[in-house]
């Protein structure tokens, strides 16, 4: 059984920083990409970060500069580094990853049960 583990959300002041983590565990053979996506009261789930098995990543653009995205692959963790928080970034923050199970061998996508993160003005 996979399963995607969220922690690290909260409330903040604006300004302030908060840092996410997200652990995949069960019996995997290997993870595509991890990533993080929001969805605010009302709003469509968006994405906010992503980083593939390489290394690369991208982000939204409104939270270039703001937002690091970075990834453990030993330990499954992909975590999401944010700083200068803003009362627009509050939302229910879910991990997503693209992996493949050994019971399955094929790609799937898994999520996270989300994680609520607000930010005070």
């Known amino acids: 059984q996979v399963q995607l583990v969220e922690s690290g959300g909260g409330l903040v002041q604006a300004g302030g920083s908060l840092r996410l983590s997200c652990t995949a565990s069960?019996?995997?053979?290997?993870?595509?990409?991890m990533g993080w996506y929001r969805q605010a009261p009302g709003k469509q789930r968006e994405l906010v970060a992503v980083?593939?098995?390489?290394?690369?990543?991208n982000y939204a653009d409104s939270v270039k500069g703001r937002f690091t995205i970075s990834r453990d692959n030993a330990k499954n963790t992909v975590y999401l580094q944010m700083n200068s928080l803003k009362p627009e970034d509050t939302a229910v923050y879910y991990c997503?990853?693209?992996?493949?199970?050994?019971?399955?061998?094929?790609?799937?996508?898994?999520w996270g049960q989300g994680t609520q993160v607000t930010v005070s003005s």
């Open positions: 997503n990853a693209r992996l493949r199970p050994i019971i399955t061998m094929r790609y799937q996508d898994y």
């Open positions: 069960g019996s995997i053979l290997s993870i595509a990409y």
């Open positions: 980083i593939p098995s390489d290394g690369t990543t």
